[in-house]
């Protein structure tokens, strides 16, 4: 059985501050997803990870995968209030699985002025 | 407008009663899921399905039902036998060939 675990599940950090949220899974993958969500709402994506070494950023926002460690990073540059949400990474289990996705607890971020 | 429509966003069930969630899809892709979300915590998939009248269980599937006669349409009913049902609830769709996976905007189930 898959298992994707994130730590920290909580995270307080100050604006303007660095602060990285790590999402180890136990089997292999090498697909992964990052999400966002807000109180109440859906999933918004942020990242699909699709190989071993992908990174990509968007504004102050980096992910990278590492398939041989089975471990993912989403790393926060000098954090905006506006960052303030639960992030959720989530695992791609392949097509013989249906394509489905094994999510983290996720991490939820709180960003103070 | 494409995506996914979820209805209704909130509903209110009470106890001894099945409620059918909808989920509608006119992306044209393949295979449609449902996953459960309690507060504070990730999604839990309930069930599945790669093509039209054809599905999975998935990790927590006791309890609800599921039936894919159309490509666009992937309905979930919440029967009686759910014991603990109020949950945030979401519909997910994707392209075997693609790999961008699209959520609906969710629905509220709450028992009262």
């Known amino acids: 059985e898959l298992k994707v675990e994130q730590n920290p599940l909580f995270l307080s950090m100050q604006e303007g501050k660095n602060y990285t949220i790590y999402c180890n899974y136990s089997t292999t993958s090498d697909r992964l997803y990052w999400y966002r969500q807000d109180p109440g709402k859906s999933l918004e994506s942020l990242f699909v990870l699709l190989s071993n070494g992908a990174v990509k950023q968007e504004g102050r926002l980096m992910a990278s995968l590492d398939t041989k460690a089975r471990l993912s990073t989403l790393h926060i540059t000098a954090a905006v209030h506006d960052l303030s949400a639960t992030y959720f990474c989530?695992?791609?289990?392949?097509?013989?699985?249906?394509?489905?996705?094994?999510f983290g607890e996720g991490t939820q971020l709180t960003v103070n002025p | 407008d494409g995506g996914i429509t979820q209805s209704p966003k909130y509903l209110f069930r009470k106890e001894g009663q099945n409620v059918t969630l909808s989920c509608e899809q006119n992306l044209n892709h393949d295979a449609m899921y449902w996953y459960r979300q309690d507060p504070g915590q990730g999604l839990r998939l309930i069930y599945y399905s790669q093509i039209v009248n054809d599905f999975q269980k998935g990790d927590i599937a006791e309890g609800y039902s599921v039936s894919r006669e159309k490509k666009e349409s992937f309905p979930l009913t919440v029967t009686s036998a759910q014991k603990n049902p109020t949950a945030f609830y979401l519909c997910?769709?994707?392209?075997?060939?693609?790999?961008?996976?699209?959520f609906g905007e969710g629905s509220w189930l709450t028992v009262v």
């Open positions: 989530a695992v791609d289990m392949g097509r013989t699985s249906g394509s489905r996705l094994t």
């Open positions: 997910a769709t994707r392209q075997f060939s693609g790999n961008t996976i699209y």
